[in-house]
């Protein structure tokens, strides 16, 4: 049965030493309570909550699977009590705003605990994420709608499902034909099908509801997605008391038999004449739903990180555990018939690529999600902006890049245990099967990329790129003569440099033909993926090195950069090429020939 | 439902216009009456039974999967009836020998047909594959135990299953129990426990017998691999007139739950005092095993072109037919509500990522089964002694790269399907976890680098690397100013003298830290799988482009070769400072920091 166990050290490691967030938090008066020791508390209380509870949960729910009865989702049985005790024990509330019953504190908090609940058990953890949700209500909704729906949403009793794919239109919303027609009491006839639809329904928690936020098109409105308004599509009609009133015209049509996150819900939903209400202005459905795209996305690009930190942890205990063969340099137990697996070179290759990553990435999510409050709480409107621009550009990049290596590093794990790790009680094939979803939903890495490249970067003139490039810059410069970290500083100031390079290569190569954007976008997002962890590297290193006492600790986050100096951010040197070999041979191929 | 379709123009172009193997084979008496006609005629019947019978069977073995009753294999019932099909058509005895009931057609055309039945269902053809422990016992056994033996193995009525692993060494078999004490009668009493057994029984074959190959160590023989000799023993003893006789003490422990293959049923095999039989040397067991590991690895590596040719297949079909979205450079259905997502360049890279290494792969592998099949049949020593150099060398590139790129590029498969690509009916996430397995069983990739890199390249000097080298530098000198691929051919006729080059350099370090070399392996492998199909490539370019007429399909080849050195060979750049970092940052961490 596989093992996992809450990162504390690290956390503490990235918000203090290297983000030196409490210093940020100081002219923040929304955080004015915000000291290290009440994050390590409430992050060690949440840890033990990861651990106990819901790392137990991992396999099992895998097992049980869900099922659908009556148009409604049975939930696997054990993932119920665990669910009560978690909202319970108010760990939805914490960084939501205290007007709607939250806890007003930072949402790096959350991101911290979202990761571990993700390694722990992210099928159950998934039931558990409305971020993405109540921001859209809290930024969009009338004071009534937020008052009626936010207070349950935040206290975590109803769920908070978002509906937008449709069957025949996937990533594509303009394709989008779930129609809302007004009704005489100002309310919306919604009629249409949605899928791939998470936790769409379930039966965890009793007299839940299920508040569903639907993008539909007003009759009349234009083709495309300027025609596409948001909706909340509530599973029960909710009384002007709060209480649950006339069960609406919605229902689970199926759910799918996935590859992985078994215990996860993936729900058809039925829209038959539900009543629904609007929450976006009229066919503003985009931009409404672009409010809560940064968090749905940071959240699923966690999930990369999460996967991977408990596959390591796994992979890194059977390494020390199992032997065979001798050393290289010869036995190191000769008391034993063979070495244990973790003096092989090649064996430690896998589980540092897995470690640098999830270490690194862990860095770069904390930083972003210390973004989020900034935006949301400083009183300075410069920072703010720049607040803005960097999520709006990191965004793509943690989703993207983190999923993908996500995916690379549980099946390293997977590897390490060698035959061990395709059978299933092991558990190491279940993370590399929950973890396949993570680089398609929210938008495939494909869709990232175009993101990022597209509207993040060239729409902008590379604008939000030179405010981050500015930062490592910056940053790189001061520690260029630093004895322990200097050559990697200026290893990523040239990477950094090539990067911008690169950037203005790709927009004027697109001007000539656009295809070379797409044909480009993928492995740009992978190389400002690799410069990105570069930067968390080098400010890890720095702060290590700079620690009065040097522990094992400090001494492994040295080691550790320097191997992903050494053997991860060398794969700029091939997407540098790959970026430059243009379209042309993507392209000429006529459609019809890829079949022959 | 999944597709497929077996790639016999590209079996034809690839074995007839690239290797020119009819023009090889006139000086081997053997293959005289071999020629294009009988081989495409055998080729087409075997692809129909693959598309027909074997590929409706994939899904379905999935759902039914194996158990185990009574110490014995229930394996999928829908595989009973094709396997009836499949031995009485003759299929198993293609390349077998005559003197045994074999027609002994050339291997080539058994590897073409192998590459077909695992892309149509990797878990049936698992079971029909036992062309290692034919040839284990060819090799070595007595003529009395060939006799005995082998016309059912090559008829196919008999399993010949290879029991190596033992739970508490997994890959490290000097650290093998098992026990063979001699008895009276010249056999030997056989205890132990064997793990990871692929098909270690199945009811599949009525009246069927399992000729389970066993390494066991000799009371008194040495420790290690030194003291290991191989043992035939069946799960019904044989009797003089080749009837079935007495039951032998032979069970099925249990078999696993794995990620995939669940049709293929993996054994753990009791061995209670069982008789066996001596076919190697006393304590030469390993090198007895030798003589059928290139044929093993040989059939697994295979397993990663396989896989990625379906779902690439499946990836193509589906990449036409699904609109979303439009093209950057304009609409392309202009009468559809958007284009087929086959327009986006990057769901082209994927495709074509996927299609340079199946096709790349296929010739690589071809190649090496008509290395097979001179080193068998012709009666030229130094040509066999230089097809013995080649197929060392090239198998373990074979297994560990095809494998890797396999997994890969199954992946892209099912990223082109977005979410669909998740759900299980569609098929493609079967063939990811079913491809999972390939990259471990018969030695990991980490094995076959190390194999590939101590015992093939360093251990000899270089010399068979040379050889290839060699063969790789004539043909780019030749092809050096050909007008469509003489640049392809000065490109790769770098790569491969850096190739050289990094061998040298990794040689001398290594002498200098012997760790050096197994950070380095993976790497190492890799660079050379990337060279390897580069020549592949180039070799099916020059033959496209050579040909009098051309067509869609020559089109096609010149334009995937294109898309490989701008795409693909890159990676080497990457490699090249990889394979340079030593082993330092790789090294330095305590075991136990590991788990910090």
Redesign the interface.
């Known amino acids: 049965m596989p093992i996992y166990q809450a990162p504390l050290?690290d956390y503490n490691f990235i918000i203090d030493d290297v983000l030196d967030t409490y210093t940020c938090f100081k002219d923040i008066p929304q955080f004015s309570d915000v000291n290290r020791e009440l994050m390590e508390s409430i992050l060690s209380e949440a840890g033990k909550f990861a651990e106990q509870e819901i790392q137990p949960l991992n396999q099992l729910g895998d097992q049980q699977g869900c099922r659908v009865e009556n148009g409604e989702v049975i939930a696997p049985p054990c993932f119920k009590e665990p669910m009560k005790k978690y909202i319970d024990a108010g760990w939805t509330q914490l960084s939501e705003s205290p007007e709607y019953g939250g806890q007003g504190l930072p949402y790096l908090l959350n991101g911290a605990i979202c990761e571990m609940n993700l390694s722990a058990c992210t099928a159950f953890s998934l039931y558990g994420i409305r971020d993405g949700s109540i921001a859209a209500i809290e930024k969009n909704a009338s004071q009534e709608i937020k008052d009626k729906y936010l207070p349950k949403l935040v206290e975590g009793i109803w769920g908070g499902p978002m509906c937008m794919?449709e069957p025949q239109?996937?990533?594509?919303l303009?394709?989008i034909k779930t129609k809302a027609e007004p009704q005489a009491d100002g309310s919306y006839s919604v009629t249409g099908t949605k899928?791939?639809i998470t936790g769409g329904d379930s039966d965890l928690i009793e007299n839940s509801n299920s508040i569903m936020l639907v993008l539909a098109r007003i009759p009349g409105a234009p083709d495309g997605i300027k025609g596409i308004s948001l909706f909340i599509v509530p599973k029960f009609l909710v009384n002007d008391d709060g209480s649950l009133g006339e069960r609406n015209h919605t229902s689970v049509g199926s759910i799918?038999?996935?590859?992985?996150l078994n215990g996860s819900a993936t729900c058809v939903m039925n829209y038959d004449g539900a009543k629904g209400f609007l929450i976006s202005k009229e066919n503003k459905g985009m931009a409404a739903m672009f409010a809560m795209v940064n968090r749905s996305r940071y959240l699923i690009g966690q999930q990369g990180t999460a996967a991977a930190s408990v596959a390591y942890?796994n992979a890194?205990?059977y390494?020390?555990d199992?032997i065979?063969?001798r050393s290289?340099?010869g036995p190191k137990n000769p008391d034993l018939?063979?070495d244990?697996i973790?003096?092989?070179?090649?064996?430690?290759?896998l589980?540092?690529t897995q470690?640098s990553f999830v270490e690194g990435s862990r860095a770069f999510n904390l930083y972003v999600a210390k973004l989020f409050d900034e935006l949301d709480y400083s009183q300075d409107e410069d920072r703010k902006t720049r607040c803005q621009s960097l999520l709006d550009l990191l965004t793509p990049i943690l989703k993207g890049f983190n999923t993908e290596m996500g995916?690379e590093s549980v099946?390293h794990g997977?590897?390490v245990f060698?035959?061990?790790?395709?059978?299933?009680?092991n558990g190491m094939?279940q993370f590399?099967?929950d973890s396949?979803?993570a680089?398609?939903?929210e938008g495939?890495?494909?869709i990232q990329?175009?993101d990022l490249l597209a509207r993040k970067v060239l729409a902008t003139q590379g604008e939000m790129l030179k405010i981050f490039t500015s930062e490592i810059n910056s940053f790189c410069t001061e520690n260029k003569d630093h004895c322990v970290v200097g050559k990697m500083a200026n290893e990523l100031q040239a990477a950094t440099a090539r990067w911008l390079e690169l950037t203005m290569e790709i927009g004027m190569s697109a001007m000539k033909?656009?295809?070379?954007?797409?044909?480009a976008?993928?492995d740009y997002l992978m190389y400002s993926g690799y410069v990105t962890l570069g930067y968390f590297w080098v400010r890890m290193a720095q702060a290590a090195a700079d620690k009065e006492k040097q522990t094992?600790?400090t001494?492994?986050k040295l080691?550790?950069a320097?191997?992903y100096?050494?053997?991860i951010l060398?794969?700029?040197?091939?997407l540098?090429?790959?970026i430059q070999?243009?379209?042309?041979?993507?392209?000429?191929?006529?459609?019809?020939?890829?079949?022959?």
């Open positions: 050290e794919t239109g996937g990533s594509d303009g394709l899928m791939f799918e038999h996935k590859m992985g942890q890194a205990q390494a020390l199992r065979q063969f290289l340099t018939p063979a244990s973790i003096v092989h070179p090649d064996v430690r290759r589980l540092l470690r995916w099946n997977l590897q060698g035959g061990h790790g395709y059978i299933r009680e094939e590399v099967r396949r979803a680089a398609i939903y495939t890495t494909g990329a175009m033909n656009p295809d070379n954007l797409g044909a976008s993928v094992p600790f001494q492994a080691q550790t320097q191997f100096f050494d053997r060398p794969r700029t040197a091939t540098e090429k790959t070999a243009g379209s042309a041979s993507i392209m000429e191929m006529n459609a019809e020939a890829f079949v022959l």
